[in-house]
């Protein structure tokens, strides 16, 4: 079946590092792919989404380009600030409304 | 984007006991989700719930364990029931964006057995 894997954290940065979550992906076919993240004490929310490949989902200066050849969607930031501190959950619509969900990386952000 | 809330926010509930959450959505929709989220793990789907009929529910969820109501299109409530301490999670709802293949989640109703 569908599935997400996604690097596995705590990931600890200093502010205005580059970020990289890896994620890939197995799936039927060309599924949507997304980023959630969810802020401590918060809901879960949609950071980013791509739904064809090649396209580039961005938001809050955070990156991640859908690539088929290498079934990935690896999340990026050029410069990560205290704010950014998070869980990160890459995920992908599986079938019509199914969302499967990798483990989540856990993000903190060192002033 | 849809704004869902959910009741309660939180709970600490004996073992043996029966907790019903509830999700309220700010417009009508089709489908409904139930997610569970167990400490320090990632979001797994538990059932589907379609108004006007019964919940779909993923392997491993059964409908005695945690039963479902629909009865209109905008409120669903999930049950947890005879819990254990193993039900210790956070239950979130979700809702389908509109033509958007995403969905927007609630804030979780974080349930604590003891």
């Known amino acids: 079946g569908d599935s997400v894997t996604q690097m596995e954290g705590p990931v600890t940065l200093s502010e205005e590092a580059f970020l990289t979550i890896n994620c890939t992906y197995t799936?039927?076919?060309?599924?949507?792919l997304f980023w959630y993240v969810q802020y401590p004490g918060e809901g879960l929310q949609l950071l980013l989404k791509?739904?064809?490949?090649?396209d580039k989902g961005s938001n809050k200066g955070f990156e991640a380009t859908y690539r088929k050849e290498t079934t990935s969607f690896h999340l990026e930031k050029g410069s990560v600030q205290v704010s950014d501190s998070a869980v990160y959950f890459c995920?992908?619509?599986?079938?019509?409304?199914?969302?499967?969900f990798g483990s989540g990386t856990r993000l903190s952000i060192r002033p | 984007s849809a704004v869902i809330s959910q009741k309660p926010s939180r709970d600490i509930c004996q073992r043996g006991t029966s907790l019903t959450i509830q999700c309220q959505v700010d417009s009508q929709v089709t489908m409904m989700f139930w997610y569970r989220q167990q400490p320090g793990q990632s979001l797994t789907l538990i059932a589907t719930?379609?108004?006007?009929?019964?919940?779909?529910?993923e392997s491993g969820f059964v409908i005695d364990k945690f039963p479902i109501s629909r009865p209109n299109l905008t409120f669903s409530t999930l049950t947890v029931s005879n819990m254990s301490p193993e039900d210790s999670s956070i239950y979130l709802c979700?809702?389908?964006?509109?033509?958007?293949?995403?969905?927007?989640f609630g804030p979780g109703t974080r349930l604590t057995v003891t």
């Open positions: 799936a039927t076919g060309y599924p949507s």
């Open positions: 791509a739904t064809k490949a090649d």
């Open positions: 979700s809702v389908p964006g509109a033509g958007t293949y995403e969905q927007y």
């Open positions: 995920a992908l619509l599986s079938g019509a409304s199914k969302i499967i």
């Open positions: 719930a379609n108004q006007g009929s019964e919940a779909t529910y």
